[in-house]
């Protein structure tokens, strides 16, 4: 497939990626382009920028999680060659595993999908030095991907100055962002604060937009994407081609056939199990792969507010309670006792239910925030969770359950984790691995058809999760049934 596409990436954490990727997809929207995202490595917040403040379809992508190959599999994945992908790295360029190994990197990605690389680099307060920066990553691009720079917060004389010398080098200079004092992302704990939260945050990226496309080429940019290689999809070719062959052999279906065909499709519709998904702003923390596997496994997906509603979905054959902040919304969870009351009882009747991170710690009997104020909430688990003050833990891991339950036996299946509060039981049915210092834990609670815990799961690693777990909806959805 012939798909246009740039990668944003940096040297080091803090240059301005994601605004400047912002601001290439609004001004990209503005032209009227087919713009589509996808952030490396994993990250929740990003691509919720992308998605709710500039209406941008954005999905993550990470070579630790499913390889190059797959992770090229999963780029290539309903995309239209009409299409022009921007992809924002993680960290700086080189950044893989442990800081140290190519997985999981920006440049991994690159080199899994044969992306341009346009490297962004904050110059506040860099002169020479600028150039000596960039013919460093150039000199240990072995792949040559990467094919030009944007200066951040550099000034016009500046920039002027230094244009020459870094197109000495052999690149493209797309040009400068200068330092937009009122254009800002305000932290948080967990990294960026959600866009809903953000007062007039579409208005600052459409200003940021019109800045960028002042002096920064967009054109030059459009040029770097068309000159993307082509990639190629195998399992889509071989598909075309089988389906070819067919097509020259086979008739086509008469009107009994057809109307048989969307019967079977109607019932198949109505027996999907309903696995009913927490979401709002509590709990917003999903890769948009996952909830797609499970859709693909068979599973009818759909959504509902533990801030918000008063009970649960009807019917609901399982529960999937993603990461988020429900520390900050402790007060209005406990509130909606009518929905604690109903998380409960659904657990009590044994449907299957995953919670991760926030959905974890909302299962608890209470939640303790950082200023000391405890929160009753669904006590589905005796446990409690309080904040720490600092991070329990951090990075990619590996998980292995110690008897087989949602993974067939002896397989893994990869997580990360990013967490300050902790629970009083973490669980110890999975043995957690981190990849690169092979240290190992335990955690999970793991037993029957609940899968608990802080590690954010990502399913594609292992499909074989999103299966079980959709059998296990399966099968409670039959029982109920039989009552």
């Given at each position: 497939m012939k798909i246009r596409r740039v990668m944003l990436a940096a040297p080091k954490s803090g240059s301005g990626k994601t605004m400047l990727t912002c601001s290439l997809l609004q001004s990209l929207k503005n032209r009227g382009e087919q713009a589509v995202s996808f952030k490396c490595g994993p990250d929740y917040i990003d691509p919720m920028f992308h998605e709710k403040a500039i209406g941008i379809p954005s999905k993550n992508l990470d070579t630790f999680f499913t390889g190059q190959e797959e992770t090229?599999?999963?780029?290539?994945?309903?995309?239209?060659?009409?299409?022009?992908?921007?992809?924002?790295?993680?960290?700086?360029?080189?950044?893989?595993?442990?800081?140290?190994?190519?997985?999981?990197?920006?440049?991994?990605?690159?080199?899994?999908?044969?992306?341009?690389?346009i490297l962004v680099v904050d110059a506040k307060g860099m002169g020479r030095s600028v150039v000596a920066m960039v013919a460093g990553f150039l000199a240990y691009d072995s792949e040559k991907l990467i094919k030009g720079v944007i200066l951040n917060r550099m000034s016009k004389p500046y920039y002027e100055k230094i244009k020459p010398l870094l197109e000495e080098l052999g690149i493209t200079?797309?040009?400068?962002?200068?330092?937009?004092?009122?254009?800002?992302?305000?932290?948080?704990?967990?990294g960026l604060v959600m866009p809903g939260e953000l007062e007039g945050i579409r208005e600052q990226l459409y200003k940021a937009a019109e800045e960028f496309a002042k002096t920064v080429s967009v054109d030059k940019i459009i040029e770097t994407a068309e000159q993307a290689e082509e990639l190629l999809d195998d399992e889509a070719a071989q598909n075309s081609v089988s389906s070819e062959k067919e097509g020259k052999t086979r008739t086509a279906p008469d009107d009994t056939e057809k109307n048989t065909t969307a019967a079977n499709q109607t019932k198949a519709l109505e027996q999907r199990p309903v696995i009913a998904v927490?979401?709002?702003?509590?709990?917003?923390?999903?890769?948009?792969?996952?909830?797609?596997?499970?859709?693909?496994?068979?599973?009818?997906?759909?959504?509902?507010?533990?801030?918000?509603?008063?009970?649960?979905?009807?019917?609901?054959?399982?529960?999937?309670?993603?990461?988020?902040?429900?520390?900050?919304?402790?007060?209005?969870?406990a509130a909606n006792e009518s929905m604690r009351r109903s998380i409960r009882q659904a657990a009590e009747k044994?449907?299957?239910?995953?919670?991760?991170?926030?959905?974890?710690?909302?299962?608890?009997?209470?939640?303790?925030?950082k200023d000391g104020n405890c929160y009753d909430m669904a006590g589905v688990l005796s446990g409690t969770c309080h904040y720490t003050g600092k991070l329990v833990r951090f990075g990619y891991i590996e998980l292995q359950e110690k008897q087989e339950n949602f993974l067939p036996s002896g397989e893994k299946i990869k997580a990360h984790e990013f967490h300050y509060f902790d629970s009083s039981y973490n669980g110890d049915d999975c043995q957690a691995t981190k990849p690169v210092t092979g240290k190992s834990y335990d955690c999970i609670l793991d037993k029957q058809n609940r899968w608990l815990g802080f590690p954010h799961l990502y399913y594609p690693s292992n499909p074989a999760f999103a299966q079980r777990f959709v059998e296990m909806a399966e099968e409670y959805r039959e029982n109920s049934l039989k009552k």
């Open positions: 090229r599999k999963l780029f290539l994945k309903g995309r239209k060659e009409e299409e022009i992908a921007v992809l924002e790295g993680v960290m700086g360029l080189f950044d893989g595993l442990g800081g140290i190994r190519d997985e999981g990197s920006s440049y991994d990605l690159a080199r899994a999908t044969r992306t341009p690389i200079v797309f040009g400068y962002f200068p330092e937009q004092k009122d254009l800002h992302v305000e932290s948080r704990h967990l927490a979401k709002d702003e509590a709990f917003c923390f999903y890769y948009a792969e996952n909830i797609s596997l499970l859709q693909e496994k068979g599973a009818e997906i759909r959504y509902f507010s533990p801030l918000h509603d008063a009970a649960l979905l009807d019917p609901c054959d399982g529960i999937l309670l993603g990461g988020g902040y429900p520390e900050l919304y402790a007060d209005k969870l044994s449907i299957p239910i995953v919670a991760e991170c926030g959905g974890f710690m909302y299962l608890h009997t209470a939640i303790t925030d």
